[in-house]
């Protein structure tokens, strides 16, 4: 690993999540799709917020949660997102700050508010996403600086980025960036819907851009179109330096050419919400991997971070996760 | 008790909460008192907002969370107070409509923002609270309309109207709209500080003009400025119609002329936070007394939904209240 200050750079789109519980019969009847996350524009976001019950906002987006986590494992992390100059945009900057990871990105100063994504908890602890990009649609590659990117030993995306076409670009020219300095990109996929949104040109970055690459069972079987977990895990191996494939309560597969791991999941008490399981899993896996752990020790970090964030409302670690590493022999 | 459209109006500081763990030298460090409310300007709500961990935002006001809890119970509430038309004036707005209380005071146009409660809760599950009263400020007496006061069976008002005072002048309006109307006026005492700053004002109402009122151990003995709770026991008796008197995990006590009750506090598992505790209680109280339940059995509800409220983050109900009445005999 090359001498950087930054463990890791994550980019993606700047939201506050507005979590509510719901009942399935309310899925249904605003025909949505559970377990997803659907982009919706302003007046369905503000229809659908009318018939969502009492909320809690907390600072959330995929990339953001990953960064959240790398900080609160005591890792150094940046976040480049956009949000606007407003309350729900000071929110943003306030939480991902406070859990110290640096923000710098300028807010915009006119256009749509900052984005916000109406989560629906369904009894089973599955999340619904509902997503209004706002502001996010303003990120564009003016707001990637390459001497932050090349401060850092990995660039972590989300597979969001490729919703708002400006923030598209931003990716790529990060990747660029971060390439040319010889730091390594990293993808998570975000969603099996952004992956069907975007399937050939995901195929085209996971063969021979991305070194690190983040997606779950259903993503990772979307994006080469297979019905078997394990024909995903076959293809993904040739294309990709390291695949960290998640499975839920089932745990985790991370191949990296000839080696495999299988990780279980870390156990939780009760299953509360499991918005960010993903995102956590990233983060202890990035912190673990930046930090010189081995790949299944690093997958086991992520695990643990995923357990925490599932116990509680709210993507985020309520409580430090520096915690897990007492368990881990240092690296 | 009159025949009525509702149950409660609740009238309060419309206050969205900024929820945070901190530890007790993060208190010590900014000289805040553990467990009370403090009235914050402008400049020390951003300072304080710049030191604060992560957040969650939640809508909460002590009558807010009252009307919530009303609502939650299955009982007909509405609420007055003021918000600014920002972002957290919308949530506020949504939150208290989407559990069923009615709420049509405008919001403000211009003037402060909507206003927020920053609440640092303690690993002892304590709440140390530090208020900007924002648009709270711009409730007045033209907020207040007779015939939504006189359409409910109880006026229930927060103490803490008193710290804006053209929302103190409001409290006046609507008591006597609703004395005239031969309806009951129900006050909270809020908070030992909050007593301290208005005693005398709050004695002169207690004594003849208050039918139902709130208070915790620390507010009574503050407001008749005695150190046994029984000897303030003894003062209220002779003062006020009703007095419901909190005593945290000691439970309550309910005088009302030659009546006493004295009742147990509802089990909880893990108090994880006791923001809400006294407003749920208060909620409870009044959906029993307006539904002809006895003065023990309303204290008894009260004291499951306070349960509820401490065994989670945020003052609000999560789960429906509903369910508490299925284990008391129909009125």
């Given at each position: 690993m090359t001498n950087t200050e930054l463990d890791v750079i994550a980019i993606g789109n700047a939201i506050v999540d507005v979590v509510a519980q719901a009942d399935d019969d309310f899925l249904i009847k605003h025909d949505l799709s559970k377990g997803t996350m659907t982009l919706i524009d302003a007046a369905m976001a503000e229809k659908l917020y009318d018939n969502m019950g009492p909320a809690l906002e907390v600072s959330g987006g995929s990339a953001g949660n990953s960064a959240a986590g790398i900080a609160s494992l005591g890792g150094k992390c940046a976040f480049i997102g956009k949000v606007r100059n407003d309350q729900l945009g000071d929110i943003f900057r306030h939480d991902i700050q406070a859990i110290g990871v640096n923000f710098d990105t300028p807010a915009a100063t006119?256009?749509?508010p900052t984005a916000r994504c109406l989560i629906f908890v369904t009894p089973d602890a599955q999340r619904t996403m509902q997503t209004y990009l706002g502001a996010c649609t303003d990120l564009t590659p003016a707001d990637i600086d390459p001497a932050v990117i090349q401060s850092g030993k990995v660039t972590y995306m989300e597979?969001?980025?490729?919703?708002?076409p400006e923030a598209k670009k931003a990716f790529f020219t990060a990747a660029d960036y971060a390439h040319q300095a010889d730091r390594l990109v990293s993808l998570s996929l975000s969603d099996p819907f952004c992956v069907d949104r975007y399937r050939d040109e995901f195929r085209d970055l996971v063969k021979g851009h991305i070194d690190i690459l983040f997606a779950n069972e259903e993503e990772i079987k979307s994006l080469y179109q297979v019905d078997h977990f394990d024909d995903a895990l076959q293809h993904v191996r040739k294309d990709c330096k390291i695949a960290a494939l998640t499975r839920g309560p089932s745990g985790a597969v991370i191949v990296s050419g000839e080696e495999v791991h299988v990780v279980g999941a870390a156990p939780v008490e009760k299953v509360v919400d499991t918005t960010g399981a993903g995102d956590l899993f990233a983060a202890g896996f990035l912190y673990g991997y930046t930090h010189g752990y081995s790949l299944a020790d690093s997958a086991r970090i992520g695990a643990a971070s995923a357990a925490e964030a599932i116990s509680h409302f709210g993507a985020r670690p309520e409580t430090p996760l520096k915690t897990i590493l007492e368990t881990f022999p240092q690296a």
């Open positions: 006119d256009g749509d597979g969001y980025l490729f919703d708002p």
